[in-house]
């Protein structure tokens, strides 16, 4: 995975579910934590494709995050995901 002029290196920085937990919702954001991919998954897919420290996204698909305070935890959590893990370990 590396990072080109067409895409932005997103870190995962939540990981949630949701009910009886069938569905996954990993997040991953800008380093700056103001731009956010959402991705669910079933568990079966999740337990089948790997979940990575980082992806490198089309900027097209990125959404802003809204929440001063959730940019932050953003930012925070993938700067700590960046400083402790490669982009394409596994976590």
Same mark, same amino acid.
């Given at each position: 995975? =590396?990072? !080109?002029? +067409? ?8 990981? !949630? !579910?949701?009910?009886? %937990? ?6 991953? @954001? =800008? ?6 991919? /959402? /991705? ?8 089948? /494709? @790997? ?16 929440? @001063? %305070? ?8 993938? !700067?700590?995901? @960046? ?5 394409? +370990? %596994?976590?």
């Amino acid at each position: 995975m =590396t990072e !080109s002029d +067409e895409t932005v290196r997103c870190w995962l920085v939540e990981r !949630s !579910s949701y009910g009886d %937990e069938r569905v996954v919702t990993l997040v991953y @954001a =800008t380093p700056e934590g103001d731009r956010q991919l /959402k /991705k669910q998954l079933s568990t079966n897919l999740l337990m089948q /494709k @790997a979940v990575t420290a980082a992806v490198d996204v089309d900027p097209g698909r990125l959404e802003p995050v809204e929440d @001063a %305070e959730t940019r932050d935890r953003y930012a925070t959590e993938a !700067s700590r995901m @960046a400083e402790q893990h490669d982009p394409g +370990e %596994e976590v």
